[in-house]
């Protein structure tokens, strides 16, 4: 059975700061997402990661995937408060995309 | 505007009580995915769909069905709703390309509540 696991669970930073999300994952994939969701919201995608050494970036946030440690990482540069949500990643099961195994979340709170 | 939409969006009923929750994509979208998300579980997918009439069960399908009958709908359906099936629901689609499914566009969510 896939198990995700994302730490930390909750994280509190200030503004300005840098922080690390990780999901490990337990069996091989070569597929993992990013997921972000906004209280009372639906989850939108941040990324999409299809191979090892797969590394994206969009403003403040940068994801990558090592394949071989069964590690993403989800890296926060100079943090504002806009960016204060729940963080998902979710971790292929089947290489097609269609079964997605989810990690529980990382509730991030950036204080002014 | 490309979507995924659901309905209703909060809905209240008692234990035994047949309901069904809609779900339409206009984005021609072949796989479509039905996920539940529970505090502390994040979220658990019930059922999904790679194509019209192609349907298969996911991690948590018990009390739970589902069709694909057109491209665009893919409706849950609780034959006998109980109170551990009160759960906030999101349906989601994504294209597929060369037998994979990309990022998944999820819906705004149906909050259900069964007493």
């Known amino acids: 059975e896939l198990k995700v696991e994302q730490n930390p669970l909750f994280l509190s930073m200030q503004e300005g700061k840098n922080y690390t999300i990780y999901c490990n994952y337990s069996?091989?994939?070569?597929?993992l997402y990013w997921y972000r969701q906004d209280p009372g919201k639906s989850l939108e995608s941040l990324f999409v990661l299809l191979s090892n050494g797969a590394v994206k970036q969009e403003g403040r946030l940068m994801a990558s995937l090592d394949t071989k440690a069964r590690l993403s990482t989800l890296h926060i540069t100079a943090a504002v408060h806009d960016l204060s949500a729940t963080y998902f990643c979710a971790v292929d099961r089947e290489t097609s995309g269609s079964r997605l195994t989810f990690g529980e979340g990382t509730q991030l709170t950036v204080n002014p | 505007e490309a979507q995924v939409t659901q309905n209703p969006r909060y809905l209240i009923t008692v234990t035994g009580k047949k309901l069904t929750v809609t779900c339409s994509q206009n984005m021609n979208h072949e796989y479509m995915s039905w996920y539940r998300q529970d505090p502390g579980l994040g979220l658990r997918q019930i059922y999904y769909s790679m194509n019209v009439e192609v349907t298969d069960k996911g991690d948590v399908p018990e009390g739970y069905k589902v069709s694909r009958k057109e491209k665009r709908n893919f409706p849950l359906i609780l034959e006998s709703p109980s109170p551990n099936q009160t759960s906030l629901y999101f349906c989601?689609?994504?294209?597929?390309?060369?037998?994979?499914?990309?990022?998944?566009?999820f819906g705004p969510g149906t909050r259900l509540t069964v007493t």
């Open positions: 989601a689609s994504s294209l597929k390309f060369g037998g994979f499914s990309y990022e998944q566009y």
């Open positions: 069996t091989t994939s070569d597929r």
